[in-house]
């Protein structure tokens, strides 16, 4: 039987595709390809072995176990970079276990011939490049680092260099860069937990502040570990809204100090002056006393009575009011302490439901435009994948109309609650209207993020809630799209909805890239 030409391999493959209900990936068309044509299957990443090779490497050294580490976790992400700079590490922390005369003696048993062809001028230099960009995140605290880094980087790009020389600097190097990596991680840690102090601390001591302590709370979560650049930011917009409205607060608070004040110093300066009335009124009557008692006809009395009578009124007419102008005060206090209250009701307000959907806690619009604002920052300055994911939640009016518009309201809250137990930290939720979300997925690539979703739509049809004695199970459609290198965030937003609305017509409960 004559073979089959590799044009008639690639159309079966295709037929075979349909007719198995596979995804038309690079994966599934390599495995029915290599199958139909006989070719032995390999598999595209040596995983296992790779795992093979790590668990028997020795983690002696504190730079030993960190890059074993970072071993581990790029054949989990079946990176060959990550692997290759992995293992090209480890084997100068393993020289470098040894001591310096030790280093010192096999470096001067090394020879020239057998050094140059695995470390060339150009790698050299570019292994310098390498560490002059790293020495930044390193510090310049420790002089004689400092010193040794420049030393070898300026070996490093000589163009004569030594390499039996050049080889026992960055022994000595990796030593001291163990060191500084780890100090370097310890400060990272010591300034991590000062800042979760520091917001404990602004917690307690503003218990009457509600809308503070919310604040508070809210930066905690945001500068816990693991610190992303993206986490960063956000700690830096919350402590930036923070402030603003600690600023309206105090000042509309010192207004109210003030107008107090001023209303204390009238009703002591009142107090004062009927003090100064009822005395006059005192000694006006004992003097009318003494009057009466010598007079000695009617006609003399008549003109002491009369003063009386117009003492006893003028004391009465400042009693009154001094009364009003009292309670004229007391009003202005209520009222001041009220605009107080309100402003406070305002801040705590503000606070929750500035970029936040009250009913279900995920980002409103004007939250989902400043963290898409931000990724897509992150995205072109990274150059790393980033994907968007459009839900609808399927049958949302019938479920409106059978159960209620409450019920509805459980379901989008149902929703946004199990995405968030699903959602890695670095994943953000928003709600985009009515029963529509959005995730923002960074360094995700469209069939990572369609991957997700799937996961999403598994767990939320093992999970259901209650409406009053009756069992609710919800499912979504979704579209995810990938954004390209210069396009705006809700063009992708949109290119997700479409797709979304093809799953929609291909059967709901499904996820359609776009």
């Known amino acids: 039987m004559s073979e089959k030409k590799s044009f008639e391999i690639a159309r079966e493959t295709l037929k075979q595709l349909t007719v198995r209900k596979l995804a038309p990936t690079p994966g599934n068309y390599k495995a029915i390809y290599n199958e139909i044509a006989g070719i032995p299957s390999v598999e595209h990443f040596p995983a296992q072995e790779l795992r093979g090779i790590a668990s028997v490497l020795q983690a002696k050294t504190p730079g030993q176990q960190r890059q074993k580490g970072l071993l581990d976790s790029a054949i989990d992400r079946m990176n060959w970079d990550g692997v290759r700079a992995a293992l090209v590490a480890y084997s100068g ?13 096999q470096v001067s048993a090394w020879s020239a011939a057998d050094a140059a062809p695995a470390l060339t001028s150009e790698f050299l230099s570019q292994m310098g490049r390498l560490i002059e960009y790293a020495q930044p995140a390193l510090g310049t605290d420790d002089e004689r680092f400092t010193e040794q880094s420049a030393q070898l980087i300026k070996a490093l790009k000589h163009p004569g260099m030594d390499v039996i020389a050049v080889k026992l600097l960055l022994v000595n190097y990796s030593h001291r860069l163990s060191f500084a990596a780890e100090d370097q991680a310890e400060i990272k840690i010591g300034l991590l937990k000062l800042l979760q102090l520091v917001f404990e601390n602004i917690a307690e001591l503003s218990l009457d502040d509600q809308w503070l302590k919310g604040q508070m709370e809210a930066l905690k979560s945001a500068s816990a570990p693991p610190l992303t650049l993206r986490r960063l930011d956000d700690v830096e917009r919350l402590l930036k809204d ?11 608070t010192l207004v109210a100090q003030d107008e107090m004040r001023q209303m204390l110093a009238a009703f002591i300066d009142r107090l004062s002056q009927m003090s100064q009335s009822t005395g006059s009124y005192q000694e006006k009557l004992e003097e009318s006393a003494r009057l009466i008692e010598n007079s000695k006809s009617i006609n003399e009395i008549a003109p002491v009575l ?19 102008e009292l309670q004229a005060m007391r009003k202005q206090a209520d009222s001041t302490q009220a605009q107080i209250a309100k402003l406070h009701q305002e801040l705590d307000r ?22 898409l604002e931000k990724e897509l920052s992150s995205f072109r300055r990274k150059e790393t994948p980033l994907s968007v994911a459009l839900l609808d939640i399927d049958n949302f009016k019938a479920l409106n109309d059978a159960l209620g518009h409450a019920v509805g309201d459980t379901a989008l809250s149902h929703l946004a609650q199990v995405a968030r137990e699903c959602m890695r930290p670095q994943d953000t939720l928003a709600r985009f209207g009515g029963e529509e979300f959005v995730i923002l997925l960074p360094d995700t690539p469209m069939d990572k993020g369609i991957e997700a979703m799937t996961r999403l739509q598994r767990e939320l049809t093992k999970r259901f809630f209650m409406a009053g004695t009756e069992k609710v199970l919800i499912t979504f459609s979704a579209g995810v799209a990938q954004l390209s290198s210069d396009e705006p965030g809700m063009d992708a937003i949109r290119r997700a909805d479409k797709a979304m609305y093809l799953a929609k017509r291909a059967g709901k409960n499904r996820v359609i890239g776009s």
């Open 306 to 324: 009369k003063e009386i009578v117009v003492a006893t009124r003028d004391i009465a007419n400042e009693t009154l009011l001094a009364r009003d």
């Open 93 to 105: 922390f393993s020289q470098a276990s040894s001591s310096t005369e030790s280093g010192t003696a």
């Open 350 to 371: 503000v606070s929750t439901q500035a970029r936040h959907d009250p009913l279900t806690g995920a980002l409103n619009r004007r939250g989902l435009e400043e963290a």
């Open 242 to 252: 923070v402030i603003s409205k600690q600023k309206d607060a105090k000042q509309k």
